[in-house]
């Protein structure tokens, strides 16, 4: 049995995916033995980051949102700095926080690509250097950075988001490799088509084309997602580094 919490940073906490890391990695039965304080990183919804402080905070656990935009390595390092000060270190860190702003290329504003490239892919390399001097000094950290199967086969009308979550697989393997020696492991989760609000938007024809291509016939929830990230900062997975681990229903078997 583990003596003390660990300690996770998760970006992009308030809703989503996101939220429903923040409440795995917090909840007892997170990683079997061990379970975690936790401090997300939201942009927006002061409210929505207090709800979450109150419904998932316990006494066995805590939970303290921190606001902040994830594209600025300044914002990162100072978030980082606080949440380390009030959690008392950093052992987990989930790169989550992540945006969509679709076109064909042909039609893609240089903003488009920006933002998305930005939010999704530097604000990975922002927090990821702001907690790696503390893992690297105490010999033990778990990073696990959210991705996309669309990073791994592509989607027309996403080439930014393609192109960020590629960017993401690439980073999370060199950085892997650089702190394996560390005891540090860096995975990255590739999500298929799961329930947020980020695919509310689907109207019922591009859902019913989506399911075509799911074997298993049906949309992912958060908590899968999250599950998958919980294991993976558990000691069960403690000799997995540098992987990608897509939980997608069988859609890129
Ligand atoms: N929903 C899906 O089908 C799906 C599929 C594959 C991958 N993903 C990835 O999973 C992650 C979570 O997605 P979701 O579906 O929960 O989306 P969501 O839109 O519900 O949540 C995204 C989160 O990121 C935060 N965020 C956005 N910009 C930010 C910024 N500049 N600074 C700080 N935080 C910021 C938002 O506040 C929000 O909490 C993203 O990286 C997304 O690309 C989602």
């Not at 996101?18 to 919804?45: H, M, Q, R, T």
Request: charge should be neutral; aromatic fraction near 6%; hydrophobic fraction near 40%.
């Amino acid at each position: 049995m583990q003596s003390k919490n660990k300690r996770a940073i998760v970006t992009g906490g308030t809703r989503g995916i996101g939220k429903a890391i923040v409440k795995e990695l917090a909840s007892k039965s997170c990683c079997g033995v061990l379970f975690s304080d936790v401090a997300f990183i939201y942009n927006s919804c002061d409210e929505c980051a207090a709800e979450i402080e109150k419904e998932i905070g316990s006494l066995d656990t805590k939970i303290i949102g921190f606001k902040a935009d994830a594209t600025s390595l300044e914002d990162a390092q100072e978030t980082v700095n606080a949440a380390i000060e009030k959690l008392g270190g950093v052992d987990i860190l989930i790169n989550n926080a992540g945006i969509t702003r679709d076109n064909l290329l042909l039609r893609m504003s240089e903003k488009e690509w920006d933002d998305v490239i930005n939010v999704n892919l530097k604000s990975v390399f922002n927090y990821t250097k702001a907690v790696i001097k503390h893992m690297v000094s105490q010999r033990y950290g778990r990073i696990v950075n959210i991705a996309s199967v669309v990073g791994l086969i592509g989607n027309a009308g996403q080439a930014n988001y393609a192109a960020s979550k590629a960017g993401i697989i690439g980073f999370t393997k060199s950085v892997a490799r650089e702190v394996a020696s560390r005891n540090i492991t860096v995975n990255c989760v590739a999500p298929g088509f799961i329930e947020t609000d980020m695919t509310r938007n689907l109207n019922d024809k591009q859902r019913e084309l989506l399911l075509q291509n799911i074997p298993m016939k049906r949309m992912g929830n958060p908590e899968d997602i999250a599950r998958v990230v919980g294991f993976l900062c558990s000691p069960d997975a403690d000799y997995i580094t540098g992987q990608v681990i897509a939980v997608d229903g069988g859609m890129t078997m």
